[in-house]
Every structure is written in C-alpha cells, then in structure tokens.
Nanobody, 124 residues
Framework: QVQLVESGGGLVQTGGSLRLSCAPS????????MGWFRQAPGKEREFVAV????????YYADSVKGRFTISRDNAKNTVYLQMNSLKPEDTAVYYCAARISGSIATKNSDFGSWGQGTQVTVSS
C-alpha cells in the first residue's frame, strides 16, 4: 500500500479558497489514479473528485463541479485539490486516496490506500 500524506486544510470563510495537497511517501504514484473524498460529522465518507494516472481524465461529484479542480504533477509526485467558492456544507475531513489501477473510479472500495485526512472548515 501507498502511504499518503495530505496537507493544506484549514479554516476559511464562505466564498474563500483552499488548495489541498497529497503526496505519497516511499514511492511514486504516477501509475495510480488518485482521488479525494470527504467525511462530514455524522455522515458517511463521500466521493469528491478523481484523476487518472495520466491526468487526462477527471470526474467530480455534482456538489463540487465547477468549484473544485483536481490536478496532479507526477514530476513532483503530488496531487492537488483546488477548492474555490467554498460553502459551509463543504466542511469535512478530506482524504486523499490511491487506486492500484490508473483509471478513474468513484467508490470508496475502488481505492486501496488512504491518507489520514485534513480538516477543512468553512465558516458562514
């Protein structure tokens, strides 16, 4: 399994922006599709965005489409989630995840490696 480390979370006002980063430790992930999920208090973890190994394909949850952008820099071995126009309902712990496959997927069970999560709080 890949060990993943997220960073970039924090407290932001409604309408603000944050950029999350995720980097694996110990190996490269250029052959892995990478995803972001989130879990709000009292709710199940839900899919946010995914990017293919090549970076050519992305897919977003309807709730974030047009506001969030997932990207990757394989040379820096890092995947990003740019979050704009943040809303209070975006408040959650955000998790980075890696697939063995390079193709995109959206289910929790499609991803085998997970980070510890980073807290994002959007104040109203």
């Amino acid at each position: 399994q890949v060990q993943l480390v997220e960073s970039g979370g924090g407290l932001v006002q409604t309408g603000g922006s944050l950029r999350l980063s995720c980097a694996p430790s110990g190996r490269t992930f250029s052959s892995n599709a990478m995803g972001w999920f989130r879990q709000a208090p009292g709710k199940e973890r839900e899919f946010v965005a995914v990017i293919s190994a090549s970076g050519l394909y992305t897919y977003y949850a309807d709730s974030v489409k047009g506001r969030f952008t997932i990207s990757r820099d394989n040379a820096k071995n890092t995947v990003y989630l740019q979050m704009n126009s943040l809303k209070p309902e975006d408040t959650a712990v955000y998790y980075c995840a890696a697939r063995i496959s390079g193709s995109i997927a959206t289910k929790n069970s499609d991803f085998g490696s997970w980070g510890q999560g980073t807290q994002v709080t959007v104040s109203s």
